[in-house]
């Protein structure tokens, strides 16, 4: 159901290529003495934490084979927490969405750098999801499904207030097209956490409305679809990356890069992190091509902590 738009409708297709030529990229130290063992953690927004731990496993596997070092995952339990563990050392290796990514070079300027991202994280998209008892069906923007909530006493839910699909770019696009907060229209906006938790909570009639990352909602089951239909499908933009400390050095950030990249479905491990990640590859990508959210964060756009 997903479909890559050729350009987004408000602008925010992040033209990082405008940016990056005033936009500061982080460069990789020089050669360093190497950790005995890398850590790399992951933002929690499958709300399976043993599905996490056993897939970021396989790529932590993978990386370790590739560069002669033990990794290893750590599970984090918030968003916050990813950065923070990042940004303190605590953490190698990061899988951090758009929002993240930006909080973390926020914080942590040179001393971040892109691995890389999927194919598909230069053209993300979010659903907006809809209860059936809702009698709500496609919407052509989000100013009609407003329209269509206003004086219902219908609930709304993002995912974690600091996910960039499951909410920064479901509420920028909804300010964007209906010029108002979605508190201004719906009866509560919560944020459940994690984007298969919302699109259960919009099925079972928890909350009328929801908005989550397509790859979720793709890979979920056709029930669980008929449920929680798609109403409507946002313009594209600039999603995940797998992001490192600068001060690993260059040779093992070299390594680290080229076993990412050579990630394919000819191994066991390339099917298991490709299928898990919904991914066809893993693709080259500059710290530039997420600038667009440090301005947005720094904009005031409240997306919690």
């Known amino acids: 159901m997903h479909q890559h738009g050729t350009a987004s409708r408000r602008g925010f297709l992040l033209a990082a290529a405008a940016l990056a030529a005033s936009t500061a990229v982080a460069v990789p130290a020089a050669a ?15 709300g399976d934490a043993e599905r996490m731990r056993e897939n970021f496993g396989a790529l932590a596997r993978h990386l370790g084979a590739a560069v002669g070092l033990p990794v290893e995952y750590m599970h984090v339990e918030n968003y916050a927490a990813s950065v923070t563990a990042l940004a303190t050392g605590r953490a190698h ?12 070079w926020m914080q942590m300027g040179d001393r ?9 994280d230069k053209g993300f998209v979010s659903y907006f999801v809809a209860n059936p008892a809702t009698g709500l069906g496609p919407v052509a923007n989000l100013g009609e499904l407003a329209h269509a909530a206003e004086g219902r006493g219908w609930t709304f839910t993002f995912g974690s207030k ?10 920028k696009f909804f300010l964007d097209e209906a010029g108002v907060a979605p508190e201004r229209v719906f009866r509560t906006v919560a944020y459940s956490g994690s984007h298969d938790v919302v699109m259960q909570m919009v099925a079972d009639g928890t909350h009328h ?15 669980l679809k008929a449920r929680a239909p798609v109403i409507y499908r946002t313009p594209p933009f600039t999603n995940y990356a797998l992001v490192a400390r600068s001060d690993l ?5 070299g390594k680290l890069r080229a076993a990412l990249l050579a990630l394919d479905d000819g191994s066991e491990a390339g099917r298991q992190v490709l299928g898990y990640l ?15 959210y440090v301005e947005l964060l720094e904009s005031g756009i409240d997306i919690g902590g």
């Open 249 to 253: 050095g260059s040779e093992l950030l």
């Open 209 to 223: 409305v929801g908005a989550l990352n397509y790859a979720s909602w793709d890979k979920a089951d056709e029930a």
């Open 112 to 120: 971040l750098t892109v691995l890389g991202c999927r194919d598909i």
């Open 278 to 292: 919904k991914a066809g590859r893993f693709i080259e990508a500059d710290l530039s091509e997420w600038s667009g």
């Open 93 to 104: 290796v990061a899988w951090l969405g758009a929002v993240t990514t930006a909080q973390a």
């Open 32 to 46: 360093q003495t190497p950790p005995a063992r890398l850590i790399i953690t992951a933002i929690p927004d499958d």
């Open 162 to 171: 600091s996910s960039t699909s499951g909410h920064m770019m479901p509420r």
